[in-house]
């Protein structure tokens, strides 16, 4: 199980980039929307060609219909401080029926090298990553990520256990042009 975002109204959902694993290929993709809500909707769902630049993945979503969902709009030039709270949205895990949740933090570091990061200044639920990041105006700015990909300099800073902020600089034209489909 895994965290997406509609980021689109025609079914674009980013996720982590943790759904793609090297030399394995996910199947039977299957999403529902609106977890809890009493209008939950489910989907089948084909992944897209992970970018190699972001540790993030993206699904399009299957149907005979067409579809105008409601879809998360990011805002760009995040430009966060050292010490700049935000929240992070997420989902709890199992053992508590994925329930939404709310966390608030910082930001604790502000790496300048292989390219600007932003770390919170403490731990989050797996459930939270892919979950997106919103500054103190509402605006959502981000996802929530652990691992840079390898062409950021992944080898080196991989698994730091500090949860990142991608800001939506690094996403936003795969948003406005997805990548393909593995299959293609």
């Known amino acids: 199980n895994a965290l997406g975002l509609v980021v689109s109204s025609?079914?674009?959902?980013?996720?982590?980039?943790?759904?793609?694993?090297?030399?394995?290929?996910?199947?039977?993709?299957?999403?529902?929307?609106?977890?809890?809500?009493?209008?939950e909707q489910r989907f089948d769902a084909v992944l897209l060609?992970?970018?190699?630049?972001?540790?993030?993945?993206?699904?399009?979503?299957?149907?005979?219909?067409?579809?105008?969902?409601?879809?998360?709009?990011?805002?760009?030039?995040?430009?966060?401080k050292l010490g700049t709270p935000?929240?992070?949205?997420?989902?709890?895990?199992?053992?508590l029926d994925y329930i939404p949740a709310i966390q608030e933090g910082r930001v604790g570091a502000v790496l300048e090298k292989p390219r600007l990061t932003y770390c919170l200044d403490g731990p989050v639920r797996f459930g939270y990553v892919g979950g997106p990041v919103i500054n103190t105006a509402?605006?959502?700015?981000?996802?929530?990520?652990?691992?840079?990909?390898?062409?950021?300099?992944?080898?080196?800073?991989?698994?730091?256990?500090?949860?990142?902020?991608?800001?939506s600089e690094l996403f936003q034209r795969y948003i406005a042009s997805p990548p393909g489909t593995d299959e293609e």
Do not use: C
């Open 10 to 39: 025609d079914g674009l959902v980013m996720t982590h980039g943790h759904l793609v694993v090297e030399n394995s290929q996910p199947y039977n993709i299957r999403l529902t929307l609106g977890i809890g809500s009493g209008n």
């Open 49 to 80: 060609e992970k970018p190699s630049d972001v540790n993030v993945a993206f699904l399009r979503l299957q149907s005979d219909e067409p579809m105008n969902l409601p879809y998360v709009q990011f805002a760009s030039n995040s430009n966060l």
């Open 138 to 167: 509402g605006a959502v700015i981000g996802v929530i990520g652990f691992d840079l990909s390898p062409n950021e300099g992944g080898d080196l800073y991989i698994r730091s256990g500090h949860p990142l902020i991608f800001q």
């Open 86 to 95: 935000v929240t992070v949205l997420g989902l709890l895990g199992e053992t």
